[in-house]
């Protein structure tokens, strides 16, 4: 099992980043799968979650028009574009797989700050 998260940083308000995320074959081929964040001293929250195939994709309202997911099967790596950043998306992001709900990688740290 594996979900290694990668791409994060500091970036100015209205930057972009682009996370990835590598998961082992076995997740990524039966699996949706979902970002989350959590900022500090608040609850994890679902940002952006993808189909199996792809073919549907969904966000939170606090996201949406900014950010954007997408998954390359051939790589089993999942990936969030986030445009327009502000400080309200400071948090830790995590990647996770609908089929393994409990499992969650290390994550990686987003500041969006000036």
């Known amino acids: 099992v594996q979900l290694v998260e990668s791409g994060g940083g500091l970036v100015q308000p209205g930057g972009s980043l682009r996370l990835s995320c590598a998961a082992s074959?076995?997740?990524?081929?039966?699996?949706?799968m979902r970002w989350y964040r959590q900022a500090p001293g608040k609850e994890r929250e679902l940002v952006a979650a993808i189909t199996k195939t792809g073919g549907s994709t969904s966000y939170a309202d606090s996201v949406l028009g900014r950010f954007t997911i997408s998954r390359d099967n051939g790589k089993n790596t999942v990936s969030l574009q986030m445009n327009s950043l502000k400080p309200e998306d400071t948090a830790v992001y995590y990647c996770?797989?609908?089929?393994?709900?409990?499992?969650w990688g290390q994550g990686t740290r987003v500041t969006v700050s000036s």
């Open positions: 074959e076995f997740i990524f081929s039966r699996s949706g």
């Open positions: 996770n797989a609908d089929i393994l709900p409990d499992y």
